[in-house]
């Protein structure tokens, strides 16, 4: 607390992950030894800049940026930008403290970081968007590097950003460096696959945490995901590609129920393309309802896949959706149930897949554009998808295998946790104190 005032969601993600440690502590006093754990939970470098940009109205408006750089014992710090109206430091490193250990269980050499900006793109014409991400771009620029610190997407930073951010990279540095950042076009040095990998991951993990749940496939279940954006939408596709029906999904404003399985291309179309609320696909579906600031929590379903934002899903959630008969929880987003709500979970018998596990699959596909970049390749869809399957596959395994030999079967937090722990302390000690 003295040394992070006010950050409590950087609190909250460090304090989940430390009380799954005592028992790899208990075993391991090398780690305590080497400072390990003081080490881990600092930050190696955070960088806060200022980013001027001007409106369509001509004013000049100042936004606050930022890169935190997490850690590197395992490769080039590697994570997303958000731009958010709620971005700041505390969110920044919050999300880089759980993109260090995600990164380690991808087993791909990557470190970990977060950045972004409180920038808010919604209602933001093209060209403001545009002239805001050159602006951040021209600072970023001088931190980041194929071999030192690369960017991907997150909240509010979609194709159409890592565009802009790389082309203003490439002017401003001069140079053709492509694996700086993931995310891009396939046409300018993207990956196939890398669009899709966070939603599809989330769904072939869930997949794998299925093979302990007795009477429940994903083929004939009923599906619920929160947001509406890239996560979301991935997530749907797969599960309904899957025999799942998705009946609901979110957006900050409320949630639309569409008990014949949303219509993925029309939301794909009114979010993706035409960048309009989500009720506008209830008024344009017919035969479904919009339901304006209510919780999508409340519609019963045998999966709910949370893939908006932090906290999104509190102990009242939780209860409800116990009490609606909900078996498997899986986090698309990063840190989306509340401390309370995973105490209900696990009370309550529900199968849960966290974040740090479940929704590695963007960044491990990251990992795979930065090899195809490095070897100057482009792998077919087909390629990077069942590489992905196997990442995600090979995750599953090694979180229940350790959650079994650290005494706490079928926990995947404290799988995930310590497998990830272990692999980023084995890899500081090796390196000394630094
Ligand atoms: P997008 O910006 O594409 O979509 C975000 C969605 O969440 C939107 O529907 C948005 O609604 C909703 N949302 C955002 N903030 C809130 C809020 N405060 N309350 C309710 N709904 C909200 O982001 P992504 O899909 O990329 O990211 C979603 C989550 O997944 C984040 O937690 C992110 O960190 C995590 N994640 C993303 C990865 C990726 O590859 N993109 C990789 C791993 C994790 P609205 O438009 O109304 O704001």
């Known amino acids: 607390v003295r040394r992070n005032p006010g950050q409590v ?12 440690l005592a028992p790899v502590v208990r ?29 369509d109205n001509g004013v000049v408006q100042v936004q606050r940026g930022f890169r935190v750089q997490f850690s590197s014992d395992l490769g080039p710090y590697k994570g997303g930008l958000r731009f958010h ?22 087993g791909l050499g990557l470190g970990g970081g977060k950045g972004g900006s409180d920038f808010d793109p919604h209602g933001k014409s093209n060209g403001e968007v545009m002239r805001f991400c050159q602006s951040f771009m021209a600072e970023l620029a001088h931190h980041i590097g194929a071999d030192l610190d ?43 696959a890398r669009t899709e990998a966070t939603g599809y991951g989330l769904v072939y993990f869930v997949r794998e945490m299925l093979r302990d749940c007795p009477g429940l496939t994903l083929e004939g279940s009923r599906v619920v995901v929160s947001g509406s954006g890239n996560v979301a939408l991935y997530a749907a596709k797969k599960a309904s590609q899957l025999g799942a029906t998705v009946v609901a999904c979110s957006d900050s404003q409320g949630y639309v129920l569409d008990e ?5 291309d029309l939301l794909s179309e009114i ?5 309009e609320r989500l009720s506008a696909y209830a008024d344009e579906r017919g035969n479904c309802t919009y339901f304006e600031g209510r919780s999508v929590w409340e519609v019963d379903c045998d999966i709910a896949l949370p ?18 008969g909900c078996r498997l929880i899986a986090e698309g987003a990063n840190m989306p149930c509340t401390e309370e709500a995973i105490e209900v979970i696990h009370a309550k018998g529900i199968l849960f897949g966290p974040a740090k596990a479940a929704n590695a699959g963007g960044v491990a596909t990251s990992g795979l554009e930065m090899r195809q970049n490095a070897g100057r390749l482009l792998w077919d869809f087909e390629r990077v998808d069942s590489e992905l399957d196997r990442i995600m596959t090979n995750i599953h395994a090694t979180a229940a295998a350790t959650a079994e030999e650290y005494g706490q079967p079928g926990d995947l937090i404290a799988g995930a946790n310590i497998a990830a722990f272990r ?5 500081m000690l090796a390196q000394g104190v630094i």
């Open 260 to 264: 014949d399985g949303l219509d993925l």
């Open 9 to 20: 969601l950087f609190r909250q993600a460090v304090h989940e992950v430390l009380e799954s």
């Open 85 to 106: 109206k709620s971005v700041d430091e505390d969110t920044l490193k919050f999300l880089g403290f759980e993109q260090v250990f995600k990164n380690a269980l991808t």
């Open 271 to 275: 979010k993706d393309v035409r960048r």
């Open 423 to 427: 692999r980023v302390a084995d890899a």
């Open 307 to 324: 893939c908006a934002t932090q906290n999104e899903l509190d102990g009242d959630a939780a209860r409800t959706l116990a009490e609606n």
């Open 27 to 55: 075993q391991h006093p090398e780690y305590v030894e080497g400072g390990i754990l003081k080490r881990i939970i600092e930050p190696e470098r955070v960088v806060s800049f200022r980013v001027p940009w001007v409106d």
């Open 150 to 192: 690369v960017p991907a997407g997150d909240i509010g930073v979609g194709g159409r950003e890592i565009g802009y951010l790389y082309g203003q990279y490439r002017k401003v540095t001069g140079r053709n460096e492509a694996g700086v950042i993931t995310g891009k076009g396939v046409g300018y040095g993207g990956s196939w």
